[in-house]
């Protein structure tokens, strides 16, 4: 056993010797695997890093003093402009640098420039760490040798192959050129904004001093912070943003000994807005568009410059409608401007594409200015209800044009918004509290809707909500929408593009030297149905057709807008109204203008507020001249329906309601009406209509029946022996007595049933007729009895003259005309009743039923006057017969 188990041991010990000679052979074998990978891929990187180098771009020292022009062409490819001959350009030697400049320079860009080959390798290495502990681009690395080469020869692309020969050159320009001429190449070649060139342009167009002797240390500070973002940190248009960078550059000039801090702390105490120089006039074409297309390009293209970049830029510009723009906010503008400060922005855009056509940077605009078109960051009233409000309630409840919404006055969780004018107009359609810009309907609808909705709807139209919330303030602009004109005209462009967004564009595509093209337009993307698109358009020319925006109307245009202006309180309370805006649009165009007071909320008066209305207007006339525009076009999801009005929810109307009741509005295909409505009927004809006569009294008396009388009145008209039948009388009774019956006449009556209140068609007519008989012993020829052709009724009306006089009678109100009227010899005047009766046979004139008095044919010679039967007095004193003569009912 003992020798067994030693044998067990042994065998164990064997194993493990074994294990551990098969380690070591595998750990050399990975080890030279790593090694021969690591030199291959040193190899690699090598020989990839030589072919950069090999490929670099040699040193050029043209290129190193001067940047390549870029040009500008116009929509139609166009030469515009050359940018690099507007440059404005003024170069210093090392010797004109005063030290303090040199110093704020240094310490904000290099501060180790005198001391490193090119390259910064102790900065690199931090940039390397900070990148690593505060994610990537926290840091820079590039010293001013680099920016140079990078300025001067190489694009502005993040790649590998660009920073290798970058830095390679660096090095280079480092070995061939002094430290103080390459300082001087950076700060003659570097762009400091508002168009300025080189240190010594940017002291001249900031401060006006063209000596950098002459600089002060906030001035210098402000130069020196400006090159790294000349647009973000201009103090023309950002000062609160140029003072933060000086501090930050005074910071690093005290950090590295430059200054002290009491230095520092002085310099910080001045109002940059007193450092500035008034700005000039410089001449170039189209500025402010010009200065949105530089923006764009920056933007879209990673720091692109288009003043030295050698670009060939082809951009949306459309140079007519930009002159007429820019001479309607200049010195030959027809607009009756309040006073000098007063300030507007314009943006024309394209309604197909969204590429912008013109754009108005504000009266006067000088280069680099705050643009009033693209800058702006207003609230935009009432013109964002069709985008907060009418918009998505069409596009996701499928609203009708027609829909009714109660204005009336609304506390939603302590939100309770009133109208412009405080009214309440009850039950109105979509269409018309659009039109009329009700405030109350646009926050219901966008209640209903719910706001997560309406904004998601909004921001495909390009409108952003600060914080990302949107409140049912929005609804009527004044919530958490702030925006430009030009977002608020590709927005409404959408409309007129049958729901299709075009984010607004001012470059369609740029050469680049050496790198082929770059195109820049953006992608169009589906912001709504096509139905959304129309029904809202369609509401929107009824603001132009008889709703806010009539002022804005181009007759035969067939355009859609919109009116919106905000409301302020001031600190003592005052009511103000500091901003006024329109946008509208065609299926060619797209504007939108602002107008208000630039700095603090100032109010605008009522002439002012019509400014907008006025520009679109002028300017939509102009660049719409000479050119087809076709209308919108309805699209089969949407169809037009005749509803009648007043009914809810929309019913068709009856056979029996009246036109004037009757409107056209536009639905949904899935959402149109099919319930007709029961408001309007025809009314039952009368019954039992007889007609009798009363040879003791004679007169004739009318009789019927009607089942349900309240609310209807009965027409009656007679004919007599088969001649014109007209109106005797409307009344509410059910019976009339008719005096003054012709004898040996047939009287042939008509009854018709009439609404009080014009809720229903009349009845058929009913009808009876009646034979009065001739009187005993008359001549069929009483010519011969008379033949001097006298009446031989005359002596009976004159007799009835005398006992009656000027009868004056207020006959009541009479259902179809008030009455008061004259009632001459045969029912001459308004047969309706009206006023004063002088039966005088010798006037000879007969009324027309409708008050206007037809003059008869006198009768024949020898012929009797036929007698007219009387009809009856309703209310107020009846008048005596006539001698002779039957009971006037």
């Given at each position: 056993?003992?020798?067994?188990?030693?044998?067990?041991?042994?065998?164990?010990?064997?194993?493990?010797?074994?294990?551990?000679?098969?380690?070591?052979?595998?750990?050399?074998?990975?080890?030279?695997?790593?090694?021969?990978?690591?030199i291959?891929?040193?190899i690699?990187?090598?020989?990839?890093f030589t072919?950069?180098?090999?490929?670099a771009?040699?040193?050029?020292?043209?290129?190193?003093?001067?940047?390549?022009?870029?040009?500008?062409?116009?929509?139609n490819?166009?030469?515009?402009?050359?940018?690099?001959?507007?440059?404005?350009?003024?170069?210093?030697?090392?010797?004109?640098?005063?030290?303090?400049?040199?110093?704020?320079?240094?310490?904000?860009?290099?501060?180790?420039?005198?001391?490193?080959?090119g390259?910064?390798?102790?900065?690199?290495?931090?940039?390397?760490?900070?990148?690593i502990?505060?994610?990537?681009?926290?840091?820079?690395?590039?010293?001013?040798?680099?920016?140079?080469?990078?300025?001067?020869?190489?694009?502005?692309?993040?790649?590998l192959?660009?920073?290798?020969?970058?830095?390679?050159?660096?090095v280079?320009?480092?070995q061939?050129?002094?430290?103080?001429k390459?300082?001087?190449?950076?700060?003659n070649?570097?762009?400091?904004?508002?168009?300025?060139?080189?240190?010594?342009?940017?002291?001249q167009?900031?401060?006006?001093?063209?000596?950098?002797?002459?600089?002060?240390?906030?001035?210098?500070?402000i130069?020196?912070?400006?090159?790294?973002?000349?647009?973000a940190?201009?103090?023309?248009?950002?000062?609160?943003?140029?003072?933060?960078?000086?501090?930050?550059?005074l910071?690093?000039?005290?950090?590295?000994?430059?200054?002290?801090?009491?230095?520092?702390?002085?310099?910080?105490?001045?109002n940059?807005?007193?450092?500035?120089?008034?700005?000039?006039?410089?001449?170039?074409?189209?500025?402010?568009?010009?200065?949105?297309?530089?923006?764009?390009?920056?933007?879209?293209?990673?720091?692109a410059?288009?003043?030295?970049d050698?670009?060939?830029?082809?951009?949306?510009?459309?140079?007519?409608?930009?002159?007429?723009v820019?001479?309607?906010?200049?010195?030959?503008?027809?607009?009756?401007?309040?006073?000098?400060?007063?300030?507007?922005?314009?943006?024309?855009?394209?309604t197909?594409?969204?590429?912008?056509?013109?754009?108005?940077?504000?009266?006067?605009?000088?280069?680099?200015?705050?643009?009033?078109?693209?800058?702006?960051?207003?609230?935009?009233?009432?013109?964002?209800?069709?985008?907060?409000?009418?918009?998505?309630?069409?596009?996701?409840?499928?609203?009708?044009?027609?829909?009714?919404?109660?204005?009336?006055?609304?506390?939603?969780?302590?939100?309770?918004?009133?109208?412009?004018?405080?009214?309440?107009?009850?039950?109105?359609s979509?269409?018309?509290?659009?039109?009329r810009?009700?405030?109350?309907?646009?926050?219901?609808?966008?209640?209903?809707?719910?706001?997560?909705?309406?904004?998601?709807?909004?921001?495909?139209?390009?409108?952003?909500?600060?914080?990302?919330?949107?409140?049912?303030?929005?609804?009527?602009g004044?919530g958490?929408?702030?925006?430009?004109?030009?977002?608020?005209?590709?927005?409404?462009?959408?409309?007129?593009n049958?729901?299709?967004?075009?984010?607004p564009y001012?470059?369609?595509?740029?050469?680049?030297?050496?790198?082929?093209?770059?195109?820049?337009?953006?992608?169009?993307?589906?912001?709504?149905?096509?139905y959304?698109?129309?029904?809202?358009?369609?509401m929107?020319?009824?603001?132009?057709?008889?709703?806010t925006?009539?002022?804005?109307?181009?007759?035969?245009?067939?355009?859609a807008?919109?009116?919106?202006?905000?409301?302020?309180?001031t600190?003592?309370?005052?009511?103000?109204?500091?901003?006024?805006?329109?946008?509208?649009?065609?299926?060619?165009?797209?504007?939108?203008?602002?107008?208000?007071?630039?700095?603090?909320?100032?109010?605008?008066?009522?002439?002012?507020?019509?400014?907008?209305?006025?520009?679109?207007?002028?300017?939509?006339?102009?660049?719409?001249?000479?050119?087809?525009?076709?209308?919108?076009?309805?699209?089969?999801?949407?169809e037009?329906?005749?509803?009648?009005?007043?009914?809810?929810?929309?019913?068709?109307?009856?056979?029996?309601?009246?036109?004037?009741?009757?409107?056209?509005?536009?639905?949904?295909?899935?959402?149109?009406p099919?319930?007709?409505?029961?408001?309007f009927?025809?009314?039952?004809?009368?019954?039992?209509?007889?007609?009798?006569?009363?040879?003791?009294?004679?007169?004739?008396?009318?009789e019927?029946?009607?089942?349900?009388?309240?609310?209807?009145?009965f027409?009656?008209?007679?004919?007599?022996?088969?001649?014109?039948?007209?109106?005797?009388?409307?009344?509410?009774?059910?019976?009339?007595?008719?005096?003054?019956?012709?004898?040996g006449?047939?009287?042939?009556?008509?009854?018709?049933?009439?609404?009080d209140?014009?809720?229903?068609?009349?009845?058929?007519?009913a009808?009876?007729?009646?034979?009065?008989?001739?009187?005993?012993?008359a001549?069929?020829?009483?010519?011969?009895?008379?033949p001097?052709?006298?009446n031989?009724?005359?002596?009976?009306n004159?007799?009835?003259?005398?006992?009656?006089?000027?009868?004056?009678?207020?006959n009541?109100?009479?259902?179809?005309?008030?009455?008061n009227?004259?009632?001459?010899?045969n029912?001459?005047?308004?047969?309706?009743?009206?006023?004063n009766?002088?039966?005088?046979?010798?006037?000879?004139?007969?009324?027309?039923?409708?008050?206007?008095?037809?003059?008869?044919?006198?009768?024949?010679?020898?012929?009797?006057?036929?007698?007219?039967?009387?009809?009856?007095?309703?209310?107020?004193?009846?008048?005596?017969?006539?001698?002779?003569?039957?009971?006037?009912?």
């Open positions: 056993m003992a020798n067994d188990s030693q044998s067990r041991s042994a065998r164990r010990k064997q194993i493990k010797s074994n294990k551990k000679g098969t380690k070591k052979p595998t750990f050399k074998r990975i080890v030279m695997i790593l090694l021969t990978i690591g291959v891929l040193m690699a990187v090598g020989g990839l072919y950069y180098i090999v490929t771009p040699e040193l050029n020292e043209e290129q190193l003093s001067d940047p390549i022009s870029s040009k500008l062409y116009d929509k490819g166009d030469f515009i402009t050359d940018l690099a001959g507007e440059q404005r350009r003024t170069k210093v030697s090392y010797n004109d640098l005063p030290p303090t400049l040199i110093d704020a320079v240094l310490a904000t860009e290099d501060v180790r420039f005198f001391e490193h080959i390259i910064d390798f102790r900065r690199i290495a931090a940039a390397v760490i900070a990148n502990k505060e994610g990537f681009g926290a840091e820079g690395a590039s010293t001013i040798t680099q920016q140079v080469v990078k300025r001067s020869f190489l694009s502005s692309d993040k790649t192959k660009r920073k290798v020969q970058e830095q390679y050159l660096a280079k320009l480092d061939e050129y002094s430290k103080e390459i300082l001087e190449m950076y700060l070649k570097i762009y400091y904004g508002q168009g300025a060139y080189g240190v010594a342009e940017a002291a167009t900031y401060f006006g001093k063209n000596e950098l002797s002459k600089l002060t240390l906030p001035e210098i500070a130069l020196a912070g400006l090159p790294q973002r000349p647009s940190y201009n103090p023309y248009k950002n000062p609160e943003l140029a003072k933060q960078r000086m501090s930050v550059v910071s690093l000039m005290v950090q590295h000994g430059k200054i002290s801090e009491e230095e520092a702390e002085k310099a910080r105490q001045t940059v807005e007193d450092l500035l120089a008034e700005q000039t006039e410089r001449e170039s074409p189209y500025k402010a568009f010009i200065d949105q297309v530089r923006e764009e390009v920056e933007a879209k293209m990673d720091g410059n288009i003043y030295k050698g670009l060939k830029i082809y951009t949306t510009l459309d140079p007519e409608a930009q002159k007429y820019e001479q309607m906010l200049g010195k030959e503008s027809t607009i009756n401007w309040p006073d000098e400060k007063v300030e507007t922005g314009i943006a024309v855009t394209d197909q594409t969204g590429a912008v056509r013109a754009i108005g940077g504000g009266r006067n605009y000088k280069e680099g200015n705050f643009n009033y078109a693209t800058d702006t960051q207003r609230q935009p009233g009432s013109t964002l209800k069709p985008i907060t409000a009418y918009g998505p309630a069409i596009q996701y409840n499928k609203l009708s044009t027609y829909h009714q919404i109660k204005d009336e006055p609304i506390d939603i969780n302590g939100y309770s918004p009133n109208n412009y004018d405080d009214r309440f107009r009850g039950w109105v979509t269409r018309y509290a659009l039109s810009s009700l405030n109350i309907p646009a926050v219901k609808t966008l209640h209903e809707t719910g706001i997560d909705k309406a904004q998601k709807f909004a921001e495909g139209l390009g409108i952003n909500f600060k914080d990302d919330q949107m409140y049912l303030s929005d609804a009527i004044g958490n929408a702030e925006v430009s004109p030009l977002q608020l005209s590709g927005a409404y462009a959408a409309f007129g049958e729901g299709v967004y075009n984010e001012t470059v369609r595509k740029v050469e680049v030297p050496g790198q082929g093209t770059v195109d820049l337009k953006p992608e169009p993307k589906s912001a709504m149905n096509s959304t698109a129309y029904m809202i358009t369609s929107l020319q009824t603001v132009m057709s008889e709703g925006g009539t002022a804005a109307n181009v007759p035969g245009l067939p355009e807008g919109k009116t919106g202006t905000t409301n302020s309180e600190d003592d309370g005052t009511d103000i109204v500091p901003d006024s805006w329109f946008s509208g649009y065609t299926t060619n165009y797209s504007i939108s203008i602002w107008t208000g007071y630039p700095k603090g909320y100032q109010n605008l008066s009522e002439a002012t507020q019509d400014i907008p209305k006025q520009l679109f207007k002028s300017v939509m006339s102009h660049i719409s001249e000479g050119t087809e525009t076709s209308d919108f076009q309805k699209p089969g999801s949407v037009k329906v005749e509803v009648e009005e007043g009914s809810r929810p929309a019913k068709l109307p009856s056979p029996y309601t009246p036109e004037s009741r009757i409107v056209t509005e536009l639905f949904h295909v899935d959402n149109t099919s319930q007709v409505s029961q408001v009927q025809k009314l039952e004809p009368v019954q039992d209509l007889s007609a009798s006569y009363d040879t003791e009294a004679q007169a004739i008396n009318l019927w029946g009607y089942e349900e009388p309240e609310g209807v009145s027409e009656v008209t007679v004919s007599i022996d088969g001649g014109e039948a007209r109106q005797l009388t409307r009344t509410k009774d059910s019976t009339v007595e008719i005096t003054n019956a012709q004898p006449s047939t009287y042939e009556f008509t009854v018709t049933a009439i609404s209140n014009e809720n229903a068609e009349d009845s058929d007519p009808t009876a007729s009646v034979d009065i008989p001739a009187e005993d012993g001549e069929e020829n009483p010519e011969e009895d008379n001097e052709g006298e031989p009724e005359d002596e009976q004159n007799e009835g003259n005398e006992n009656n006089g000027n009868q004056n009678g207020n009541g109100n009479n259902e179809n005309n008030g009455n009227g004259n009632e001459n010899g029912e001459n005047g308004n047969d309706q009743g009206n006023g009766q002088n039966e005088n046979p010798d006037e000879g004139n007969t009324g027309d039923g409708e008050g206007n008095n037809e003059e008869q044919p006198p009768p024949e010679e020898g012929e009797q006057p036929p007698e007219e039967p009387q009809p009856p007095q309703e209310g107020g004193e009846q008048p005596q017969p006539p001698e002779g003569q039957g009971e006037a009912a």
